[in-house]
């Protein structure tokens, strides 16, 4: 009896630090606002995509997908497997997995499929490492302001200066792209989301029977509930009704794709109205750490790779750097090992470690697809590399040899 209860104690225990612990996750609310660029009425974002950062279409049509160019620079082969893409004009020449999918601090995904596309005149015109859609956004809701040209990821909810009355239905459709409802004259009409066409809406074959023949420019249309005037209306002859990028120039929206939502509203209602200054990340080496790098400050402060075939370690001390990644238990399990090491040996050594979904030129390098990874580079021996290290005495034998 008595052991009987202190088992219910326990699983009380675990379900009230369960409990809280989600419902402290649940109640994390982030809203990071990122510049975007608008060329020609294109909005081009900046993403790291395979380890490389780039500058990437954003498509409401089309796939996540990377140039010829852009998939050898980093290391991506195509499976020549050729498939329909969604624009035409593009040719796809494979298929392949990008290690790495980050945009700013709040999207983060291990790997992405990536369709692999031959360089065209539109992408080369743009200077784009290639394209992608609202399918890469499903854990976080994408809001998008013309005005103040600002792409802004919130999670878990919309931002709160979007209102829940100016919600309606929305869905990512695998060969259409991002549809969302509208209404036209009243009656309910889905429409695709296209950042191409520059018309604010063209009608379908179908749909255009809404408009009267008399007045077939114009119409009632609410987009989310809202009101929107002097809308001006073209007939086309696609399947599907088109609401086109210049609808944007309106109001503020937001693609809640998780949850097949999307919200719009008029400008000036609590939004950024100026675009947020680009902050670049300044890497501070602090002594007694293991400091977080990136590529620039491996090549200047650690080790030339581009000039030197040999290691020849820039600087006064030995370095130890781990390559790790969030998804590797045994690299997480190691880290405050790595610490504890880096603490000891302050004075003797500086300590590093590279993230290798983020930094996929250093992992190509140094051919860190086994981690974790620790590199020992000397003063005067080169480097040593132990693949699998996970032990406090394995590292640090490693570091006394290196001392030496």
Known sequence: MRRMKLIQRLCFYLLTVSVCFNAAAQNTVVNEVLPYKDIDGYIIIRANVGGTEGDFLLDSRGKVAVTESAAAGRGMKADNKTNNYPREGFQVLGNATAIGFFLGNTVYQKDIQTRVLKENALLTRLKVDGV???SAFTNVVVTLNTKAKTITLSTP?????????NRDDAEQSYNDGLMIQTTINGKPVKAVVDFYENEPLLLSANDAKLVNPGNATSATVKVAGVSVNNVKVAKGNAPCTIVGKSILNKGVISFDIGRNKYYFQSFNQG??????AVNKEVVTFIPGKVNPIDRTYFLKNVYDYKTNKQWKTIGDKPVVIDFWATWCGPCMKMMPVMEELAAKY?????????NV????????????NAIPLIIFGSLNNGSTKEIGADTKEKVEARILELLK
């Open 157 to 165: 909810y919309k931002p709160a200066y979007m209102k829940l009355v």
């Open 132 to 134: 992608i859609n609202f």
């Open 346 to 354: 302050k004075d003797r050594i500086n300590f590093y470690k590279v």
């Open 357 to 368: 979904d983020k930094e996929g030129e250093l992992r190509q390098v140094f051919e860190a």
């Open 271 to 276: 939004e950024e109205t100026t675009a947020p």
